[in-house]
């Protein structure tokens, strides 16, 4: 399973996307094999996805972070697990 200390640690995928405003629209798509895909379907495999966000607020790094596992049955992603990185109120 992924964890917080997965998606944020340096052997994590990275891509840098640019000034994202609140009004954007926010879609992400993630490629896997056809192979693979069936096996998830079939659920001899998991699927989960890790995104992190990371963003200066007053010359500081904050983050927003999510985990989310795909359930074959409902054919859809939960979220297992979001968070957000402000070091000013100390939250994690």
Known sequence: MVNR?????ESA????LGHMLPTMEKRYWFFIDQDRWKKI????????????????VNSKPNGYGIISEHVPAS???V??????????????
């Open 5 to 9: 200390q997965t998606v944020i640690s």
């Open 13 to 16: 995928s990275k891509f840098v």
């Open 41 to 56: 379907l079939d659920g001899q495999e998991s699927l989960f996805t890790g995104i992190y966000f990371e963003y200066q």
């Open 75 to 77: 054919k859809n992603f």
């Open 79 to 92: 979220h297992s697990d979001m968070w957000i990185d402000n070091p000013e109120s100390n939250q994690l």
